[in-house]
């Protein structure tokens, strides 16, 4: 009879041999960047109403694509306020006829680059569009929210709500 010793060697030297081998790099998560491209911008006020640009860039954090109404572009993100420790919709701009044309998409990865352009009235003036907050200066973050999928209007899809950094609005 065979002693069982040199298979029980085989086994454990095949064992520590599997154990010693690194497993293979797991690639990172890729990470939503919403960020602005200033930390303080100034608002300028002319005949009646706000005036200022947010540049922003977007990185689509999700492995498949993403997608909004078109409207030149996609539909672009709402600008709010940080008002007794609450975020609030300060503005989001009037777009007539949107959604009419083809819906924009963002793949994997891309980046997608724009400025959010505001002009709003002072709140009471019953101009429109109207800054929906009382005051101009404080902490402001944009907020955008874009559809998981090809197809913007897929009620089976789910939404990503990307957050960018706050900032700082400032009248001159």
Known sequence: MRSPCPLLLLFLQLAA??????????????????????????VTLRAGYYNTTIRFTYTNPVRTVLSSDGCH?????????LVAGEWAVAYHPVLPLCGMEPPFRLAPGAT????????????????????RVDSLAGTYRLRWILRVGPHPRDPTEVWVVAVSNSFQLVER
């Open 112 to 131: 997608h680059r724009a400025a959010l352009g505001v002009t709003a009235s002072p709140r009471g003036s019953g101009r429109i569009p109207e800054l």
């Open 73 to 81: 572009g996609p539909w672009p993100p709402a600008l709010e306020k």
């Open 17 to 42: 041999m599997g154990a010693c081998r690194r497993p293979p790099p797991v690639p990172p998560p890729l990470t939503p960047v919403f960020r602005t491209d200033s930390a303080v911008y100034g």
